[in-house]
């Protein structure tokens, strides 16, 4: 049976069943970040520590736009917005703007091979640089062998508003050197030294190993499924998305890789790649699916 703990004074969900060995550890005052994940023993998710979740934004949602934008500015329905510059070495807004919110639990539910968690997030005073309102709810759910992550946003301000959408999980791997990544893609995004996006190159390589290669790179998807294969298990990422991006990056910490599905690039806000357009009382839903083998 699937067990729930609410620990109030950190704020954080526990997940664990008595009979799998599986576990998690949503951070309610992080943006509800999935930053800890056991399925069948294998330990999928960790922390990070020493890297501290402001610098790696381990397994958060990006919203209202994933990865960055250049200067932070960008031109919508006429006019002009900022927001604000937190990778000031590149001086680029990064990540959106849910990384660092509370969210608050709305639903509970857990049975003998399921548990379900349901968290929001409501902005109710627009940000000067994204002048809209919006609910973002969160639904994790989880089982043996599977954890879905489903993002459900509804414009609630009265006026349409522009948005990307990712997600920023690093993966533990107990020799990533040996690991595989295995995609289908014919394009590659190129990156400026700021990792900005300046356009797109053809490729033909769609698996590779991990070796000793550094990565921050993103590729345009032409499917919803990218395989993740370690020494000890391997993992399947899919997507209902209807376009699919996929960035790699490998942090400054051994053995961990960031395997983040976004549905839009670097600086989509302005070059307009995988950007969507939300109107005011109408819902985007998007459901992103672990699976371990």
Known sequence: MYKLQHNKKLNIIEVTHSNTKTSAKIYLNDGASLQQLTLQGHEIIKDLSPLKYNTTYASSILFPFANRIKDGEYIFDGKTFNFNINEPANNNALHGLIFNKTFNIIETETEQNTAKIVLEYKEIEPFVGFPFTYNLQVEYIFTETRVSLQLKIKNTSNK???????????????????????????????????NITTGTKTITENEFKISDKKLDDCWILNSDEVLFKTPTYSLKFSSTAKQNFLQLYTPPKANIMAIEPTTGVSDSFNNKIGLQILNPNKLYNITWTIDID
């Open 160 to 194: 349409a508003f522009p948005f990307t959408l990712g997600w920023h999980p690093y993966f533990s791997s107990k020799n990533l050197s040996e690991s595989i990544i295995r995609f289908n893609s014919s394009r590659k995004i190129k990156l400026d030294k700021r």
